[in-house]
């Protein structure tokens, strides 16, 4: 099945540094990845649509210079994100999928945590 | 707005106990999926509905799919304390291009042995 790889599981960072989380498809070709920021004990908030070789396409109220999103190769994309605050702790997924009509496989998330 | 709306958010049953999650919205999905996440993981894939009116079984799960397909249920039958998790349903809105799922606001399962 679709395996989607993402690293690191858990990162620590100080105010002010910049954290990139990896995603990677590892047995599919994926042109569009998807990431979301989950709150502790809510549902899965949908930040940016992340596209091979293009832009990605963000939601509203997110900032697109925080979080910098880049999808160079059809196997990974990358979330950056820059001058971190404590604001930005969170747990942070990304997904993928071969055929989007029947469903999606998600990266094991990434807990961020800024002091 | 929130276009999926999931009921109950939160759950707490004794095993052997029989529930129901509800999944609605006002607009019509391509299709339903159901996922299961476990703390500090990414969600799981439980199943995918199509085509309205489809029930799919899988164990004790019984997911169905609304005649109209703008609504969704997860029936688990017996719940055992390895049930326990969050259960999300999502979906692509017939209007939404690119494949963006819309997730519900998620059910939080506690079965107590």
């Known amino acids: 099945g679709a395996v989607v790889s993402q690293h690191p599981s858990w990162v620590i960072c100080k105010s002010g540094t910049s954290v990139k989380i990896e995603c990677r498809s590892l047995?599919?070709?994926?042109?569009?990845m998807f990431w979301y920021r989950q709150f502790p004990k809510q549902s899965l908030m949908l930040m940016a649509t992340?596209?091979?070789?293009?832009?990605?396409?963000?939601e509203q109220g997110v900032e697109k210079d925080k979080f910098l999103i880049n999808h160079a190769s059809l196997t990974l994309s990358t979330l950056t994100v820059t001058s971190a605050h404590p604001e930005d702790s969170s747990f942070y997924i990304c997904?993928?999928?071969?055929?989007?009509?029947?469903?999606?496989?998600f990266g094991s998330g990434t807990r961020l945590t800024v002091v | 707005t929130q276009l999926l709306e999931q009921s109950p958010q939160f759950l707490s049953i004794q095993e052997g106990e029989n529930l129901t999650v509800y999944c609605n919205s006002s607009?019509?999905?391509?299709?339903l999926q159901w996922y299961r996440q476990e703390p500090g993981e990414g969600p799981v894939l439980l199943v995918t509905?199509?085509?309205?009116?489809e029930v799919k079984k899988l164990k004790r799960l019984t997911f169905q799919f609304g005649d109209a397909r703008k609504d969704s249920s997860l029936h688990i039958t017996a719940a055992q304390p390895g049930d326990t998790g969050l259960y999300l349903c999502a979906g692509p809105p017939e209007t939404y291009q690119g494949g963006k799922l819309i997730f519900g606001q998620g059910t939080e399962l506690s079965v107590k042995p």
């Open positions: 997904s993928a999928s071969q055929q989007t009509v029947y469903g999606y496989t």
């Open positions: 607009s019509v999905f391509s299709s």
């Open positions: 047995d599919f070709q994926a042109t569009t």
């Open positions: 992340s596209n091979e070789g293009s832009k990605a396409t963000y």
């Open positions: 509905v199509v085509t309205g009116g």
